[in-house]
T-cell receptor, first 116, second 115 residues
Framework: DTGVSQDPRHKITKRGQNVTFRCDPISEHNRLYWYRQTLGQGPEFLTYFQNEAQLEKSRLLSDRFSAERPKGSFSTLEIQRTEQGDSAMYLC??????????????FGPGTRLTVL | AQSVAQPEDQVNVAEGNPLTVKCTYSVSGNPYLFWYVQYPNRGLQFLLKYITGDNLVKGSYGFEAEFNKSQTSFHLKKPSALVSDSALYFCAVRDIMNRDDKIIFGKGTRLHILP
């Protein structure tokens, strides 16, 4: 168990550019979550997957944001036409969800995005 | 709608003293409650959770939290603080009535342990 990993750890981009982040969950974890955290705030839910199915998307996730988990393992979060307001820490978490059980989410180190 | 409040932005405690980080919650049903800790440049680390049963929950690094249903609180405690406990602490809640598994985080409390 090597923990949740995220790549890159830091990304600086210019407004209008597209960016893509990757998350590798803990192996055998079937749930994968994306959160956004801005300064002075707690993480805000963006979306989550069970295996390869995207089960819910927050209203925070505008149409410029898209997430995938094609094989039910790693996930990518893409932001198109970035805006300065997208600057934040993007956190990924994974969990092993069994029916009727409460899963505990384990977080990666995050990707810090700065949009200039 | 579910929500979490952490009324203190910052808590200062002398090393060796007991510490408390406060959390109150609001849910329509029964809550699942969590505490996470975030160190600089690192992700959130799970400390402990309350599901049901004993109101006093023990977690990692000597932390514990007490669930109080009447006060809708879930305060984080430690009998003797260490300088290494200095970090950002987040309380989080999930409403059992929700069919999704979203958890809502508080804004966080920065804990400073003074040597």
């Amino acid at each position: 168990d090597t923990g949740v990993s995220q790549d890159p750890r830091h990304k600086i981009t210019k407004r209008g550019q597209n960016v893509t982040f990757r998350c590798d969950p803990i192996s055998e974890h079937n749930r994968l979550y994306w959160y956004r955290q801005t300064l002075g705030q707690g993480p805000e839910f963006l979306t989550y997957f069970q295996n390869e199915a995207q089960l819910e998307k927050s209203r925070l996730l505008s149409d410029r944001f898209s997430a995938e988990r094609p094989k039910g393992s790693f996930s990518t979060l893409e932001i198109q036409r970035t805006e300065q307001g997208d600057s934040a820490m993007y956190l990924c978490a994974s969990s092993r969800k069994l029916a009727g059980d409460l899963d505990t989410q384990y977080f990666g180190p995050g990707t810090r995005l700065t949009v200039l | 709608a579910q929500s979490v409040a952490q009324p203190e932005d910052q808590v200062n405690v002398a090393e060796g003293n007991p510490l408390t980080v406060k959390c109150t919650y609001s849910v329509s049903g029964n809550p699942y409650l969590f505490w996470y800790v975030q160190y600089p440049n690192r992700g959130l680390q799970f400390l402990l959770k309350y599901i049901t049963g004993d109101n006093l929950v023990k977690g990692s690094y000597g932390f514990e939290a007490e669930f109080n249903k009447s006060q809708t609180s879930f305060h984080l405690k430690k009998p003797s603080a260490l300088v290494s406990d200095s970090a950002l602490y987040f309380c989080a809640v999930r409403d059992i009535m929700n069919r999704d598994d979203k958890i809502i985080f508080g804004k966080g409390t920065r804990l400073h342990i003074l040597p």
